[in-house]
């Protein structure tokens, strides 16, 4: 299984950008989709975005237009643009390591440890 460490979460004000990078281990990093999760306190782990291996994106509504997810296989790592931020944007957010795209958390099989967002009104 892929390690995968994420960074360059926050605090930041409401209508500020943040971006997410997910570091991945290993050199088969170009075979996995990557997605993107969040869970919030009290609540449960949602899905946010994934791309897969030929750069196909795919969203959750809610992000559609906010967010955006690309990846470089060169340096092994998947990152998250987030724009135009809202308080309920605040969660922990995770990196997930798939076999093929998709938005069902029981489909990924690495995660990393996740990193906080927190935006302030």
């Known amino acids: 299984q892929a390690q995968l460490v994420e960074s360059g979460g926050g605090l930041v004000q409401a209508g500020g950008s943040l971006r997410l990078s997910c570091a991945a281990s290993?050199?088969?990093?170009?075979?996995?989709?990557m997605g993107w999760f969040r869970q919030a306190p009290g609540k449960e782990r949602e899905f946010v975005a994934a791309i897969n291996w030929s750069g196909t994106t795919y969203y959750a509504d809610a992000e559609k237009g906010r967010f955006a997810i690309s990846r470089d296989d060169a340096k092994s790592t998947v990152y998250l643009q987030m724009n135009s931020l809202k308080p309920e944007d605040t969660a922990v957010y995770y990196c997930?390591?798939?076999?093929?795209?998709?938005?069902?958390?029981?489909?990924?099989?690495?995660w990393g440890q996740g990193t906080q967002v927190t935006v302030s009104s």
């Open positions: 997930a390591a798939a076999a093929s795209i998709s938005n069902d958390l029981s489909d990924y099989r690495s």
């Open positions: 290993r050199s088969t990093f170009n075979r996995y989709a």
